[in-house]
């Protein structure tokens, strides 16, 4: 598939969008188009998937199998290679077909059919390897919310209408590499949450960012067993680590019910077998789903700053994750609460990258213990990227890259990058937008541990116990830009110029008042 087509399926995917923009609100619609382009998915892999299975029957149309044995043994191939099942009967294509039978000028009725299709969906999953991968996937579309329509007839017109462009959408899931249906899934998530706003960032990481993480946590790897994402969204994070090195598991946890089963379809939608990722659904400091496991590689982007139990949970004083540091991360700011269950996951040969605000860096009390534990006792500090502010979604402040191993050695020196300069991003409209040439600058100074001037420094950890621990990047990279000298002779003769200048004005200034016979206004 060429640039071009590519686009155009992203644009076409979002077309979508302009049927319901004005009829639903932007944060209900995201739900439904997502939905539909995932049952118009899975419909397509199970015909092409059954259409394989019948190569060299009598009948090799899926549509067209009635025999009951016959079915029987491509619901149980699929429930095993799929994870799901679908009918003939209930097709992407057959419902589109029925709803645009027109029935006394108006739309087929189809939402009770859909919504049984939805079910079966999720029902044929029960009892198999993939129940919980499918499980309660479609909750969010309710057919029957007022959302869609104020009648019965509304919500129906307006489902099988934008059903009717999705089917004029040809995925080609036969001819497409994987990811680039995957891809326009991504473009059309990125486009919700860059008009979401504050909320934006409980679901969706900028994609440069993203890019610099799985980069980061990727280094001197070609293959990683497992990635985690303690607070992953949308899933995009963990994929995109997949891009970089061949990932054989992908593990994530997000709390969001709403974003966790969007987090399961981006994953069946980049052509992910179900056996091969694991996210569930659940508050991860509170309730860790996966807290015997250690994985080769950590990338996350927390919450800022978030509130949480703290010492009001007695437990957590004695949690594996954050008893050795002393002191547990203030009740108003987890940062530290996740930067530290991050390491407790991390493998002894993995690398962790994760996004945070720039307090950490210098922030005192339990935080400053915390971080000389960190960096004094465990030798786990590997780089610090400072990034520019305004570059996430729904908040413009500075943020900050901290990189974390397990296996580095006594003498190991840390990299400190300052990516925040003015050359070092673009605006696009009211973000600052990192380029590839700036990721690719940041990545090369971090995998060569190279010294630039104003840009980057490599600090020993005894300079680092030199300045308290205190981890602020203007601390070790001086980006101070001293001032051209003053030419006071040329700014003499700018003077004498400028009064010459102003004499000669005035002058003819009065000869204008003398002529009309009228006083001199100064």
Not at 35 to 42: N, Q, S, V
Not at 310 to 332: C, H, I
Request: with cysteine; charged share 30%.
């Amino acid at each position: 598939m060429t640039e071009d087509q590519k686009k155009n399926l992203e644009t076409q995917l979002w077309g979508i969008a302009n049927l319901l923009r004005g009829k639903i609100s932007a944060d209900d619609y995201r739900d439904y188009i997502l939905g539909f382009i995932f049952f118009k998915y899975l419909s397509e892999k199970q015909y092409l998937y059954a259409n394989e299975l019948l190569k060299g029957e009598d009948v090799t149309e899926y549509t067209e199998v009635t025999d009951s044995d016959t079915l029987q043994a491509i619901e149980e191939e699929s429930v095993e290679k799929l994870g799901y099942y679908l009918a003939p009967n209930e097709l992407f294509r057959v419902l589109v077909a029925k709803g645009q039978s027109k029935v006394e000028g108006e739309s087929n009725y189809i939402l009770e059919d859909l919504q049984a299709v939805l079910n079966h969906i999720e029902d044929s999953t029960r009892n198999t390897e993939s129940e919980e991968d499918f499980n309660a996937l479609f909750e969010d579309l309710d057919l029957q919310s007022n959302k869609l329509g104020r009648t019965v007839q509304a919500r129906n017109d307006i489902v099988v209408e934008i059903l009717g462009f999705l089917s004029k959408i040809d995925f080609q899931l036969d001819e497409l590499e994987s990811d680039v249906l995957g891809d326009a899934y991504e473009y059309l998530i990125a486009k919700f949450a860059a008009g979401a706003g504050k909320s934006a960032g409980e679901f969706y990481t900028p994609q440069k960012v993203s890019k610099i993480l799985a980069k980061l946590v990727t280094t001197g790897k070609d293959r990683l067993r497992s990635v985690y994402d303690p607070t992953c969204g949308s899933g995009s994070l963990l994929l995109r680590v997949a891009r970089e090195a061949e990932v054989a598991e992908f593990f994530g946890q997000e709390q969001n019910r709403t974003t966790y089963n969007l987090a399961r379809m981006n994953m069946i939608l980049h052509d992910v077998h179900y056996r091969d990722f694991d996210i569930k659904q659940a508050d991860t400091l509170e309730e860790p789903q996966h807290i015997d496991q250690r994985f080769e590689a950590v990338v996350a982007n927390p919450p800022f700053s978030a509130h949480w139990k703290s010492s009001a949970n007695p437990l957590n004083d004695s949690d594996e994750r954050f008893s050795p540091y002393g002191r547990l991360a203030p009740k108003t700011k987890a940062d530290y609460a996740f930067l530290t269950h991050m390491l407790h996951q991390l493998d002894d040969n993995g690398i962790m990258a994760s996004v945070f605000p720039h307090g950490v860096l210098f922030r005192g009390a339990a935080e400053g213990t915390i971080r000389e534990y960190i960096i004094k006792e465990m030798n786990a500090l590997d780089a610090v990227i400072g990034l520019p502010a305004n570059i996430f979604y729904g908040t413009s402040i500075p943020t900050c890259i901290l990189v974390l191993k397990k296996n580095r050695q006594p003498e190991d020196k840390v990299v400190f990058i300052d990516a925040s300069g003015d050359d070092h991003y673009i605006k696009e409209g009211n973000q600052n937008v990192l380029r590839d040439e700036d990721v690719d600058l940041i990545i090369e100074t971090y995998r060569n541990r190279a010294a630039k001037d104003k840009y980057s420094h490599i600090a020993s950890l005894e300079e680092i116990a030199e300045n308290d621990y205190n981890l602020n990047i203007p601390r070790y990279v001086d980006t101070f830009e001293e001032e051209e000298p003053v030419d006071i002779d040329a700014v003499s003769r700018e003077l004498k110029q400028l009064d010459k200048e102003l004499d000669e004005t005035n002058k003819e200034i009065q000869k204008f008042c003398d002529e009309l016979g009228i006083g001199t206004p100064f």
